[in-house]
């Protein structure tokens, strides 16, 4: 079961040795919706690779207030978890399930040797610094660049499309924690892009009609 569902989501990736190697020595977890999976300042002792569902990677301010870095789908991993891993330090980040997520916890010892072993491997630990790299620069750009309406909008549309569902189930408080803004705010902007017709407000949900 475990091997027919990594070779769904890395057979593309992956040449089917080293999938055998991920099969044998990796951990399954499946985590709820809003659990988490890694905490800031804990020591990560292994890295994810997600087989189905999604996760939201956050930072966090001194006052305890939540930013949204980038989100996570099948046949990704976390950028930030393989410099802890590699680098034995404390988590600068958490890690949330957005939706039921099953992934696959390699043990750090594996992720070296992979990287020496395996050419697919390595490829994929550089690819995966890449991507993540530019949804990070990607966010500063949204952040410094464009108006609150403007990141609210991108927001929904990538929550959206993560969940596979243009009817969003979310509460403008939860929106206003990942925006790092108060919920006035996101109330009053959320209003703003239902009267521009991109959006329909539900209770408890958000239909995002502008994709």
């Known amino acids: 079961m475990l091997e027919e569902q990594l070779k769904e989501a890395y057979h593309f990736i992956f040449e089917d040795e080293l999938m055998e190697e991920i099969a044998k020595f990796g951990t399954l977890k499946e985590v709820k919706a809003g659990e988490k999976i890694i905490e800031i300042g804990e020591y990560v002792k292994s890295m994810p ?9 956050l930072r966090e301010d001194k006052d305890g207030d939540e930013l949204l ?7 990704d991993t976390c950028a930030m978890t393989l410099s802890c891993c590699l680098g034995q ?7 949330v399930a957005e939706k039921d997520t099953k992934l696959i916890m390699i043990p750090i010892e594996k992720m070296e040797e992979w990287t020496s072993k395996y050419k697919s491997w390595r490829n994929f630990v550089f690819e995966s610094y890449h991507t993540r790299l530019s949804e990070m620069l990607d966010t500063i750009d949204t952040i410094a660049f464009l108006n609150m309406d403007a990141r609210l909008m991108r927001y929904l549309q990538d929550k959206a499309k993560i969940n596979g569902t243009d009817l969003i189930q979310v509460t403008h408080q939860e929106i206003a924690y990942d925006l790092h803004t108060s919920r ?21 949900s958000i239909k995002v009609l502008d994709l």
């Open 49 to 57: 690779l997600l087989l189905e569902g999604a996760i939201k990677i």
């Open 69 to 75: 870095l980038y989100f996570l789908e099948r046949g």
């Open 89 to 95: 330090t404390k988590s600068e980040i958490r890690a």
């Open 184 to 204: 006035v705010v996101i109330s009053r902007l959320l209003k703003k892009l239902e009267l521009e017709g991109k959006i329909v407000l539900q209770r408890n």
